[in-house]
């Protein structure tokens, strides 16, 4: 970013507004829609609604911050919605067997934690790119949970067990996830020593090295990070609904990867910060649900939210040139 | 570079193949007979096809995550230029190919004239075809194809299947084309080193866009030859499309950075994975366990070739 150079010149709060560019459009477009829709028609802004859009997509959001984290580090995972897809299984699983709750729901994010792990070590010591690696991943996690269930659907758990229809206070339990995480990531990513290694190393992993920082250590923790995130998603995403159909949910790890690119994590990694991408996984969210209220076809749904994809992309690659 | 390194990858690929052959031969008596072998080569037509114009992209270092959305655009358009505008079928087909094609275009026009990363260019292009073709379709599918149309999926020509003809000649043409013609030696030039190949005077855009487009139309070509052998269109076709071509291209041994790969090992690669599915389907594997071996293959080759030569990769 060339605001760090000019930031002399200019006041602390102009410096703190270039740092964010991209997370200030995207919040800017969050408001705008809700204004915009809830004007055409109110019922947008009722609290059902508003509730439905932010906890039915916390578990997207919660997975894109560890998704941004590999990316800043200028790695990705395509295995994403595969792993989500194995621990809501394995959580439903564990949860009708009858053993306690929080088994059922620190077991799935251990297992997704220890095989992020390892891929993160198989990317950093043998140097195959991580998307061939997460490509071979996908293809494991996939194939293997569709063996291990045929499809089976898992219902009957047990009442205690669905955290992600718990409201305290009235607001639903996964919007405090996704509020609480995305907050202690960006502290974690900005302050400690550990975040900023992995802006570090996906900027220029050599000069890393020289710096100090260990490189390969420093993947393979981002990926354990990220197999964090991706577990409490996953339990999210598993608690959400009475069935847990135990297949890999389609296209979610492309739906994670665009909220973490469009809140303006750059796909060359080394820059992008984690709020960004939480923001835009909400927005789409509310795109989503504004298009219902619009009236708009729900089979036209998806062709909207590519034509707006791309036309934040281009905006986004207009104001890099202008920055330049 | 000499051709025995460039070739390491392709051999270890080759022998891998073999044995997985002989292998999955030994396993079932069914599987190493003229009639199960010239059916995979049908299944694998469509993936092939357009793997060969994905080698071209990933040696630019590029990727195009948008080619499944494109199949499963021109599906539903060839359907709907037939069935609803009630075009003759031949104009349809052309048709829904120049829309295909088209879709390729605006994919290398997005990256090289905005300078949009492929993999975020083509994502946003994957949900906006895959839309289209919902909002196109509103989930309604088109069947009753005339008989002749089939021919480009179930037919035959001196015993070997349609696509498999198109497949052969496509492999042989692209074969040529990246491995022996300036186009190609482009290709690599700009995968190895984007800005070198501009100064040497090599027309980068102009060579992308090219290959972005080729790459939509051997999409919408797949998505005739797939629509044409199970006899329906329906706007989900061809989901996930762009990870099976992106394994057997990888598998190949063509590196994500671009700048290496071949054809050939393209063309191994796709062998190797249909040969595992079916092979392992026969001797009693249950089919979603095959895609956990195309995983381990996929990660272990790789690995394979990583260890002969420290160099590739990282």
Redesign the interface.
Known sequence: MSSVSAGASRSTLQRFLGGYGQEIVVLLSIVALFIVVGFVNPRFLSDTNINSIFAGNAYIAIAAIGMSMIIIAGHID?SVGAMIGVIATIAGTLAVAGYPVWIAWSVPILFSIVVSAGTGA?VAY????S???T?????????????ATDGAWISNMPPEFMIAQMRPFGIPSAVYFMVALTILAALFMRYTDFGRAIYAVGGNMEAARAAGINPERSVIGVFALHGLFTGVAGILFATQLQVIQSTVP??LE?TV??AS?IGGVS??GGTGTVIGSTLAAILFACIGSALIFLNV?A?????????L??AT??AD??RRRRAQ | MTASKLLRHETILAVLTIIALAVLASLSDKFFTAENLLNQGRLMSEVGLVALAMTFVIVTGGIDLSVGSILGLTAILLGVFWKNLGLPLPLAIAGALACGTFAGWVNGFIITRFSVPPLIATLATLALYRGLAEGISEARSVRGYPEWFYVFGQGEILGVPFQLWILGIATVVSAVILGLTPFGRATYAIGANETAARFSGIRVHATKLWIYTAAGFVSALAAVIFVSRVTTTRSDMGTGLELDVITGVVLGGTSIFGGRGTIIGTVLGLILIQALKNGLALSGVKGDGTIVVIGLVLIGAILIGAMFDKNRGG
């Open positions: 395509v198989l043998t140097r195959i790119p998307i061939v690696v490509l071979g991943m996908l293809s494991i996690l996939k194939g293997g949970l569709i063996s389609p296209n492309l990867i665009t690119v796909i060359l076809s089979y036209w749904l998806r062709a909207v939210l590519g034509l994809i791309l992309v281009l690659m207009a």
